[in-house]
């Protein structure tokens, strides 16, 4: 598990060998979901709103961000 990001509330992670679609997981104490990385759409899981607005914000700004983290641990797939 590559953590992109972490704050006090939830942190963003890519995992090596996971499924297609491409998409990246937000952790909270609690909570995970699964988000598609081209759509943002919730792939799997629920969160809260404040988590879930908090984390989507960051992760739109910084797309290019995990998109190179996703080729970079899937890259012996291609």
């Not at 509330?9 to 491409?22: L, R």
């Not at 914000?57 to 970079?72: L, P, S, V, Y």
Request: aromatic share 10%; net charge negative.
């Amino acid at each position: 598990m590559a953590t992109i990001y972490s704050s006090g509330s939830f942190k963003i992670t890519v995992y090596a060998d996971d499924h297609n679609p491409p998409h990246f997981h937000i952790l909270t104490p609690d909570e995970s979901i699964a988000i598609e990385l081209t759509t943002f759409t919730i792939l799997k899981g629920k969160m809260k709103g404040k988590h879930l607005a908090n984390a989507l914000d960051w992760a739109k700004e910084h797309k290019d961000d995990i998109w190179r983290e996703w080729n970079r641990v899937h890259e012996s797939e291609e």
